[in-house]
């Protein structure tokens, strides 16, 4: 777990591990330079963590992002398993002892379930059926995005967790997708059809954008993230090009518009470009190359396409 600046958040997580019912059971927290009331928080939970027969392994490091905090944590952890958690999510007291048991039966090397995905007035699973849970190995369900698992779910052996590499520093989000396609490359998975956590989408949230500029911003980390995987990835024998290539169109159809949206059309065109030279298939940008059609008749008018949902791109926020 790694924390930054929410100590109003953090006794909840750390709790929600506390009344897991699998034992033996160590928790990795590293504060990732938060300058507030962690320090005095974190202390408080370590003694009740230890109460609990819950090993407390905290420490506190110079800030580096959520990637640099989860690298030190996988450093100092001592298990031959690691599972993850947000902060400001909890799991269900069942879920390690529920995915230990799978991973005994089966035998696999990783294991995933569903999570509760809880927004300011929706409630919604995570992924939405557990048909749609990753199982087996290779990426090419999770690239194609007809599989899921969010990262707070997963729970692998560390053998393997070392084997995959750190996550990526350079990436500021997107680091848990980088990184999940990177341990799908290395590890078979098995799944528990059943919601065994909560994730909650904050303020703080580090998919959380508000206005044009952050959401280009999320953009340009996104398109890193997912032409960055390929290079990684792409001599490991359960790597799919035709997902990744499925995946590569899908979010440059999004950064498109988002530059149709805000009235940038030469931008557009580049990034159609790039999607195109990077093999992205022709077909699947169908619908981004109407938009940019028409974004062109109405740029000889004055007029720009209208978010479907905000209207003015400067009022979008996610």
């Not at 557009?268 to 938009?291: F, N, Q, S, V």
């Amino acid at each position: 777990m790694c924390t930054y600046r929410r100590p109003q958040l953090l006794p909840r997580a750390v709790e929600s591990v506390m009344a897991q019912t699998h034992r033996p059971l160590e928790l990795v927290l590293t504060d990732d330079g938060s300058e507030d009331d962690t320090g005095r928080v974190m202390r408080e939970l370590a003694k009740k963590c230890e109460a609990a027969g819950v090993s407390a392994n905290f420490a506190t490091k110079v800030n580096g992002g959520v990637a640099s905090a989860r690298n030190a944590g996988l450093g100092r952890a001592r298990g031959d398993w690691v599972a993850f958690l947000d902060d400001d999510d909890t799991w269900q007291p069942q879920k390690i002892s529920k995915q230990m048991a799978e991973l005994e039966r089966g035998g696999a090397e990783a294991c995933c379930c569903q999570f509760l995905q809880v927004r300011e007035n929706d409630e919604r699973h995570m992924p939405l059926s557990p048909d749609q849970l990753l199982r087996g190995r290779g990426p090419s369900g999770y690239l194609s995005r007809s599989a899921d698992a969010h990262i707070n779910s997963i729970i692998v052996k560390a053998e393997i967790a070392r084997r995959v590499g750190p996550f990526d520093e350079a990436l500021r989000v997107y680091e848990d997708f980088d990184w999940i396609v990177r341990l799908l490359c290395e590890a078979d998975f098995a799944c528990v059809p059943e919601v065994l956590g909560r994730y909650e989408y904050t303020a703080g949230s580090l998919f959380k954008f508000s206005g044009y500029e952050q959401l280009l911003a999320r953009d340009e980390m996104q398109e890193r993230a997912v032409v960055g995987v390929r290079e990684k990835c792409r001599a490991k024998p359960s790597w799919d090009d035709s997902a990744w290539h499925t995946r590569l169109a899908q979010d440059f159809d999004q950064f498109i518009k988002h530059r149709l949206y805000a009235g940038e059309l030469d931008a557009a065109r580049r990034l159609l470009e790039r999607a195109l030279l990077l093999g992205a298939p022709p077909a699947l940008l169908k619908g981004a190359r109407r938009k940019m059609r028409k974004a062109w008749w109405l740029s000889l008018v004055g007029l720009r396409l209208k978010h479907p949902k905000f209207g003015h791109i400067a009022q979008v926020k996610g």
